[in-house]
């Protein structure tokens, strides 16, 4: 007599007598396995009572009859135990627990726990739908990463590690309104850290720059600058002269006018200014002298350098001052000279500035 290949059925054969017998015995085998629901899988012995039907999953310290049988399903069929040796992918129900099972080919394990291991996958959304623009999307109100400890196996630290192909590609964090970008962190087309926020996500500025060959940070939106003038300033006698310092060696955002000889607040802050003033005579020199910033024509009241007669390329003028200013307040430097004219020398004459965050 042969059985079936997955539940091991007997089959009837073509001349076999009492056919019926074998017909019941695979009825009673269909009804044991399909939809199989385990009353206790701890049991090491028989129950005292059994009801037609039960069916039972031995414990691996079986003793009595059912020694031998462990992890076989037992089930109770006509006033005697039917015994199923289960087969790899066998699903069974336990009723005292609530768990589904599967038959692994070595034990019985829970069906629905987490998988422990996944690799490989295309997409994985959390809280919401991954496409392909998004491979991985999570939507949720918190998020939790914490390190492995010691006693765990770990060794307590916690390393996020992010990797772009090249330098020129872009490796970044970007945050933002209403899927609209605000703020972006990273290296971002060479390997500086970068610092960039935008008002409308279209328009970004560089608020800061972290140089990786030398770890020297700039601020490429604060404005500085540092300027000189290429000839002689003449200074009339007992007038208040603007400097016309009209050369800038340097000028980030292009605050500084060498045109107008002045700097332009690009927004509201507060900014350090400092000059150097080199005085040349042209006869008989000044009885005094003063030198000051001034702020939108006015003088700046933060400090001026005075002297009484100067000597001849030699007394230089030194201030710095420390003032906020508004968006597109005017700063320049002004010289006056007593009862006698002179020069500001090109030589040694500086005038300078910078955002101060």
């Known amino acids: 007599m ?33 939809h199989l629901t385990i009353v206790d899988r701890d049991l090491t012995a028989p129950p005292e009572t059994a009801y037609e039907g039960d069916r039972y999953i031995v414990n691996a310290e079986a003793t009595g009859i059912w020694a031998g049988y462990e992890d076989t399903i037992m089930a109770w069929q006509d006033g005697a135990w039917l015994i199923c040796v289960p087969r790899p992918g066998w699903l069974a129900y336990v009723l005292d627990e609530g768990a589904l099972l599967v038959w692994s080919g070595y034990a019985w394990i829970d069906a629905l726990a987490p998988p422990t291991l996944l690799n490989n996958l295309a997409l994985l959304g959390v809280g919401t739908t991954a496409d392909a623009t998004n491979p991985l ?6 998020a939790l990463f914490t390190a492995l400890t010691g006693a765990e196996g770990g060794d307590g630290d916690l390393r996020y590690k992010l990797n772009k192909e090249s330098a020129a590609n872009a490796l970044s964090l970007l945050f933002q309104d209403n899927y609209s970008g605000r703020a972006e962190i990273g290296l971002t087309g060479n390997d500086d850290f970068h610092f960039k926020v935008s008002a409308d996500g279209a328009t970004w500025l560089e ?26 300033n003449y200074v009339a006698a007992d007038s208040w002269t603007k400097v016309q310092f009209n050369i ?33 005579a042209n006869g008989t020199v000044p009885t005094k002298v003063i030198a000051a910033f001034y702020k939108n024509g006015a003088e700046l009241g933060r400090g001026r350098a005075v002297s009484g007669a100067p000597v001849d390329g030699v007394t230089t003028y030194n201030l710095a001052v420390l003032a ?24 040694q004459s500086q005038f300078w500035g910078h955002y101060v965050p």
């Open 248 to 280: 800038a060696d340097v000028n980030d955002q292009n605050a500084f006018s060498a045109g107008g000889n002045n700097f332009t607040a690009p927004f509201a802050g507060v900014h350090a200014f400092g000059f150097s003033l080199r005085f040349r």
């Open 2 to 34: 042969t059985d079936t290949a997955n539940l091991r059925l007997p089959c009837i054969e073509g001349s076999q007598a009492q056919k019926h017998v074998t017909h019941n015995e695979a009825l009673r085998m269909l009804d044991a396995l399909v």
């Open 207 to 232: 608020a800061l720059t972290i140089d990786a060959a030398s770890g020297r940070p700039s601020l490429p939106c604060a404005a500085k600058f540092c300027a000189a003038t290429n000839f002689d």
């Open 137 to 142: 999307s999570v939507k949720l109100n918190n």
């Open 324 to 347: 906020p200013c508004a968006k597109d307040d005017v700063i320049d430097v002004r010289v006056h000279f007593a009862v006698n004219d002179g020069y500001v020398s090109a030589d």
